[in-house]
């Protein structure tokens, strides 16, 4: 069945400097949806970014990833780390063919920005 | 921002015991999810209904968990008898979108002491 692998389950960072969360999936489908959400404690998880298009950038304030379908990953980087951007991370996987399909998480990888 | 509706946020039950969630998918989307975080933070898929209709649900959910959508009420997810190990937070999610984004709402923390 469909996979999401999150390597890192804890990432401290000092504030600065650079992210990179990793994030490979399996999958049969070749039209696959990735997922990144963050959740911070006692909210909802929210979107951050998404993508089916392979080699093509997605952003989002001021995250970015880029889905290589060649190697299964989309792994998620920003510049320039936050205080703010302390948080859980998921990596997701929508899999199926229809639309509607379950979303397959990975393991998460809470990041600690520190000063 | 997310308008996915749960309630209660905080539920507490003893083992056997019947626990009760309810969720508010957001305005027109027809599909809502069901998943289980645990302590370790991992998400389980529980359920997922299209309009009153089951589409999917895992093992667990078939035997000791019940679930409705029905139409003009909120969703529900209920727990016929309740065990230590379903102790976690319980999340709704929505989707209006054939591309697949759900919509979480808050959860339901539920403690089965």
């Known amino acids: 069945g469909d996979s999401v692998t999150q390597k890192e389950g804890l990432v401290t960072l000092t504030e600065g400097l650079p992210v990179m969360l990793n994030c490979t999936y399996q999958?049969?489908?070749?039209?696959?949806?990735l997922f990144w959400y963050v959740h911070y404690l006692n909210e909802s998880p929210r979107l951050l970014l998404k993508?089916?298009?392979?080699?093509k950038r997605t952003e989002h304030q001021g995250f970015h990833a880029t889905l290589h379908k060649s190697s299964s990953s989309f792994h998620l980087q920003k510049s320039s780390a936050q205080l703010s951007d302390s948080a859980l991370y998921y990596c997701?996987?929508?899999?199926?063919?229809?639309?509607?399909?379950?979303?397959?998480f990975g393991q998460g990888t809470s990041l600690s920005v520190v000063p | 921002n997310s308008k996915v509706i749960q309630t209660p946020r905080y539920l507490v039950k003893g083992q056997g015991q019947k626990a009760k969630m309810r969720c508010i998918p957001e305005k027109g989307h027809p599909v809502v999810f069901w998943y289980q975080q645990n302590k370790n933070n991992e998400f389980k898929f529980l359920i997922n209904f299209q309009n009153q209709e089951v589409l999917q649900q895992i093992d667990m959910t078939e035997k000791r968990f019940s679930a409705e959508c029905p139409s003009n009420s909120p969703c529900s997810l209920e727990i016929q008898s309740s065990e230590a190990g379903d102790s976690a937070l319980y999340l709704c999610?929505?989707?209006?979108?054939?591309?697949?984004?759900?919509?979480f709402g808050p959860g339901t923390r539920l403690t089965v002491l």
């Open positions: 999958t049969i489908y070749s039209n696959a949806f």
């Open positions: 993508s089916s298009t392979d080699n």
């Open positions: 999610a929505s989707s209006g979108d054939i591309y697949a984004e759900q919509f």
């Open positions: 997701a996987l929508s899999g199926a063919s229809s639309s509607f399909s379950k979303l397959v």
